[in-house]
């Protein structure tokens, strides 16, 4: 399930892609216009700007702002900068894999043969997706 941190990174990526320009946009206006709670969007912000999605200003005028056009930013990356594996089990995960403590051989397990299948379904959308895909209206 998706989690409100990756939804609401979502909603206030798609809001500053909206908006356009390079502008910032203060934290307290996207708060308000995607009923988000301000401090936990702060949070967000911080976690996409330390992902290079997301530029910052700080003062009277400052804010956040895309530091890449929206068709260059891709939905993989924003999950798995917001939510961590995109995998849903460690043994399939191409960037944070780690064997599962129960399976002695993952060759022969059903799990894994299912989770790569959803985990190559999933990656297929979340990389032919962009901002730009979500922000159009």
Do not use: W
């Not at 809001?15 to 709670?37: H, N």
């Not at 939905?75 to 399976?103: H, Q, T, W």
């Amino acid at each position: 399930m998706l989690s409100k941190r990756t939804k609401y990174g979502l909603k206030a990526l798609t809001y500053l892609a909206r908006k356009g320009g390079d502008m910032p946009v203060q934290v307290g206006e996207i708060a308000k216009s995607e009923q988000i709670p301000q401090k936990f969007l702060e949070s967000i912000l911080l976690t996409l700007r330390k992902s290079g999605c997301l530029g910052s200003k700080k003062g009277k005028h400052g804010g956040y702002y895309l530091i890449k056009k929206p068709s260059e930013i891709i939905m993989a990356d924003v999950m798995r900068a917001l939510e961590g594996p995109i995998a849903m089990v460690p043994c399939v995960s191409l960037n944070f894999y780690e064997k599962c403590d129960d399976c002695p051989n993952e060759d022969q397990c059903t799990v894994n043969k299912l989770m790569i299948q959803v985990r190559d379904s999933t990656l297929k959308v979340l990389r032919n997706t962009t901002l730009e895909d979500l922000s159009a209206k």
